[in-house]
């Protein structure tokens, strides 16, 4: 499908994020004014509530977009959410006759704050990407225990909180944390000193489920995705992972980008994982192409500095999709509810450039990286900023993600201090 036309201009250029083709749905706010939900086209976003109120959306007897978020769109289902992207282009096509009365409820992207897009209702986050696992596993294990000897088989994950969920601009303070070095004696109450990305997608749950759902269905189930950056204190982590995982490591922020980009939007790039290693049971086989074709990419800035380009890879580089992780999570009869945000585990290529995480891309801070402003990097430091960026080429037009963005405040002082 080429590029559909708007009569907002700059929707229509090859490159802008934010054409008629993508419609991504956020909640948003003006000076002075409350949060309201919100379509991206082009430069300007659509105040959907004021558009449903003034009877130019019109999908249920009660308002879907009262309330600023979009769990209420995705309670409805399939049939609705696929009604609402139809009065959305309509209104917003070239030569639309509604111009008149859409025109008016434009407001400009740059005058908008944006705000989380929906209510999180639990946080799941998986270890999914093999270039990463494998990366990790050898610095950790070397090279012939990499792999733990149930990774080729199921999509491992944790439970993650959904209260430390952010939206794109929120600043993430460095945790303190219990951390012990190989060479220490004894652990140690400090600052993290190794804090760290995670660049990840987000999958959002718009149908829940009450039980096992076949990986076609668990992709039925999905209605969105997000780019997700799950910070991560490394030398907390390293301390405590075994033998239930991350816990206190992950807890600190995971920061998403403030659009939700439709599974609509996202259907001309779909692609099949890479081949499988080994057979996997029938439960979690692919039924289909369930990846995409998603370019992404991470910046860093230091403190007044302008920002590097530190990492370069593809959502397709996943070993498991998001369906086949929802599959996966419903196994066991755990009910997924709307709103459920479903991590896709570190997304790293093979090559050095495209590795996801600083701990990768240092090598565990044995090669330290150096950015375009001369700085050098094994992790974090105070004030720096770190920006995840996706986007799916299309004919002659881009399905672009929103940046997310987070800067690295320092560690406040011991709070047990007295
Ligand atoms: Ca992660």
Redesign the pocket.
Known sequence: MPLMKSWVDSANSPDHPFPLNNLPYGVFSTEGGEPRCGVAIGDMILDVTAAEAEGLIALSDAPLFDVPLWNELMEEGPAVWAALREQLTMLLAEGAEARHKVEPLLVPQADAQMHMPFAVSEFT???AGKHHAMNVGTMFRGPENALPPNWLHIPIGYNGRASSVVVSGTDVRRPWGQLKGPNDNKPRWAPCARFDI?L?MGAIVGTPSDGPITVQEADDHIFGYVLLN?W?ARDIQAWEYQPLGPFQA?ATATSISPWIVTKAALEPFRCDTPEREVELLDHLKDRGPMLYDIDLSVTMAPEGKEASTIARTNYKEMYYSSAQQLAHHATAGSPMNVGDLL?S??ISGPEKHERGSLLELSWGGKEPITLETGETRSFIEDGDTLTLKGAAKGDGYTIGFGDCVGKVLPALDDPFAR
């Open positions: 986050d998986f270890y995670e990840e799950d991560s992950k991590g585990g570190t």
